[in-house]
């Protein structure tokens, strides 16, 4: 009998808040080079806006697990086009022990859950203890005690 070992998210995953940039534009060029990773960016694929990279600023490569932190579709898993990460999302890095596609199914799979635990009256907020203390399994690795 093989039993899964688990751990909470917050162990075996590192939440990476976004920043808003301090320059957007519809267009790219000069002073916005890089893609704008939005909630309309993971969810139809493409950059509709571009961001300088500022100091502060968050960038995720492309295939990065995202989630919506903040707004209407708090919640909301995706995966980065890659760029410069705005502040309504958040990158939620694995530890090696974690693929991060098993990662974003795991997420995908617990939306419900998360969406039906909200936090904020008027802007409503995902819980950042709910998702750090949430039961991850941990892949079974041969050889691994």
Known sequence: ?????????????????GRKPNIVSYM????????????????????????????????????????????????????????????????????KILDKNYLYYFLLLKNLYLRSNQRGAGIPHLDSHLVRKLSIPLPFICGRK
């Not at 009998?1 to 808040?17: F, N, R």
């Not at 990279?53 to 968050?58: C, G, L, T, V």
């Open 1 to 17: 009998m093989i039993v899964w070992k688990t751990a909470d998210v917050g162990e075996v995953v590192s939440i990476i808040k």
């Open 28 to 95: 790219m060029n000069e002073e916005t080079p890089h893609n704008y990773v939005t909630i309309e960016a993971f969810e139809f694929g493409v950059a509709v806006q571009f961001a300088s990279q500022d100091k502060n600023s968050i960038v995720t490569d492309v295939g990065d697990v995202l989630i919506v932190w903040d707004g209407a579709r708090f919640g909301m898993v995706g995966k980065s086009i890659g760029g410069v990460l705005g502040s309504t999302l958040a990158h939620l890095k694995p530890d």
